[in-house]
C-alpha cells in the first residue's frame, strides 16, 4: 500500500502542463458551507465526562502514556489553529468567503475549549487553561512543534503582512487545510475514535471529537474549495506542489509516537504502515480534486 512515506522520496516536482486533464469536480461553495455550520451547531460545554473519569483511572500507565500524545497533540493543534487563522479572515475575496473563514475561527476555539475541559475534568490538571495547554505541550514531538509553531506561524505572519499576497494565501491553506488538516487531523481523528469506540471507553470525550470531526470536514472541504480555484493558475498549482513537498516529510514525522522508531512505529496498536497509508490515501484523494498531483508524471489519475 502507498503511503505518506514514499512521497518524502520523491526527488522532483511535477506539474500538470495540460489544462484539459485538471478535474471539474463541482464542491460546496464558501456560502453553503457557512450554511452548514448553521445546521451544524453543538455545545462543548454541556458535555458530560462522569463515565470518562472512571475510565481513566482504569487505564494503566502505558495506555496513558500512548492516549495522552494523542490527545495532546490535538489540544495544542487546536489552540494553534485558532490563534493563527487570523490573517487567512482578513484575506477573504468575498463576502460569503469571510462569513465562512469566521465559522472556522469559532470553530477552532470550540474545538480547544472542549480539549481544555477534558484535560481540567478526566485528566484531572489543575491550574488554568494556560497550565494545561503547556503541560501538553509536554507530550510533543519536534516535527509537530516544527509545524504549527514555525511553519504555521510564518504562513500566517506573511498573509497578515499583505493579505492581497495570493502565494501567501496559498501557501497558507496548503499548510493548514491539506496537510495540519486534510491530512494529521483527520488520520488522528479516524484512529482515535476507532480506538475509543472498539474499547467503549471515553464516551464525553468521544462525543465532542465527534462534533470537532464533523467541523474539520467541512473546513477541508473549504480548503479544497479554495485551492482548487487557485490550481487553475499554473503558477499557483506549482506553488501548491512545492508547499506539499516541503512539509509532506515533516507531516510523516509528526505521526511518530514521542520515541518511537520513525520507521516502525504503533499508535493505540494500529502500525505505521496503517496510519502512513490513511494519511496518504487522505492527501492524495483531495489532490485529484484540486488538479494537482505528486507523480513525476504530472498526471491525475
Ligand atoms: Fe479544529
Ligand atoms: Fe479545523
Redesign the pocket.
Known sequence: MANLLDLTAQGDVATITDESKLPQVKLMTPQQLYELWERQQWVSHTIDFTKDKDDWAGLDDELKANLSWNLSSFFV??ER?TTQFTGLVAAYESQSEEAFLTTQQV??AR?AQHFNRMYEQVLAIDGTFEDRLNRAREDLNEPFLELFDVHLVNACDRLTADRADREAKVDFVTTYHMVI?GTL?LTGQYFLTDFCQKNDILPGFLEGFEN?SR??HR?VAYGTWYLQQAAKDPGLRRRIQEKLFELIPIAAGVLVPTGQDPENYSILGYDSEETNGYAFTALTRRLKVIGVSLTPEGVVS
Open positions: 493543534g487546536e489553529v470553530d477552532e474545538h488538516e487531523a470537532i467541523d474539520e473546513h
